[in-house]
């Protein structure tokens, strides 16, 4: 089974401020990876998806996430957060069948 | 736009009652699926269906039981629902197969348990 790790339970940025959200994963397979948002009360929905190709994904919103295969690594970043950006992150891995393997979350906090 | 819809927001149900929570999606995915997230644990996968009256154990799946009948909904059963079944619920539909589609959630249903 798939490991995730998110490494940081708690960002707390101010606006306007870069952010980074670090995920490793555990596999020596080809794997597809996810980060998905949850905005409060809400269900998640996908930001962005590497599944071939470029190590570089762009995504909703202005996030972008860079795949790192030796590292096992799949960390989101954005370059200015605002307001609104304010939400938990949640890094996926999935192997070549219908499962996703979820991280336990990074909840992100902007302030003015 | 897809839409992922489930039965109710919140509930709160007694031990050893029995528990059904319906999903019901409107783009004609083949796949659902039954999560529970809990705070520092992500979402974990309690049940998967690939296709009408077929289902797969997750990772979670003690204590629970689904049943889909037609293809836009999954329901998940709660036998005799205990303390410990106490959680957000979230369910998920996606196209295609294997792991490469992405999946579209519903709003969650928040269960107590007293």
């Known amino acids: 089974a798939q490991s995730v790790t998110q490494l940081d339970s708690q960002v707390p940025v101010f606006e306007e401020a870069p952010v980074e959200l670090r995920c490793n994963y555990s596999?020596?397979?080809?794997?597809?990876l996810f980060w998905y948002v949850q905005y409060p009360n809400q269900g998640l929905q996908l930001l962005l998806k590497?599944?071939?190709?470029?190590?570089l994904v762009k995504g909703i919103n202005g996030f972008e996430a860079e795949f790192n295969k030796s590292q096992t690594s799949f960390h989101l970043r954005k370059p200015s957060v605002h307001i609104s950006d304010t939400a938990e992150y949640f890094c996926?891995?999935?192997?070549?069948?219908?499962?996703?393997?979820f991280g336990a979350g990074t909840t992100v906090t902007v302030r003015a | 736009d897809v839409k992922v819809t489930q039965s109710s927001r919140y509930l709160v149900k007694r031990t050893g009652e029995k528990v059904f929570l319906e999903c019901v999606q409107d783009?004609?995915?083949?796949?659902m699926f039954w999560y529970r997230q809990d705070p520092g644990l992500g979402l974990r996968l309690i049940y998967f269906?690939?296709?009408?009256?077929?289902?797969e154990k997750g990772d979670i799946p003690e204590g629970y039981s689904v049943s889909r009948e037609k293809k836009e909904r999954f329901s998940l059963i709660l036998e005799s629902a205990s303390t410990n079944q106490t959680s957000m619920y979230l369910c998920?539909?996606?196209?295609?197969?294997?792991?490469?589609?992405?999946?579209?959630f519903g709003p969650g249903t928040r269960l107590t348990v007293t």
């Open positions: 783009m004609d995915h083949e796949n």
């Open positions: 996926a891995v999935s192997d070549l069948g219908y499962k996703l393997s």
């Open positions: 596999s020596s397979v080809s794997v597809y």
């Open positions: 590497y599944l071939s190709g470029s190590t």
């Open positions: 998920a539909s996606s196209a295609g197969q294997g792991g490469l589609d992405e999946q579209y």
């Open positions: 269906s690939y296709d009408v009256k077929m289902k």
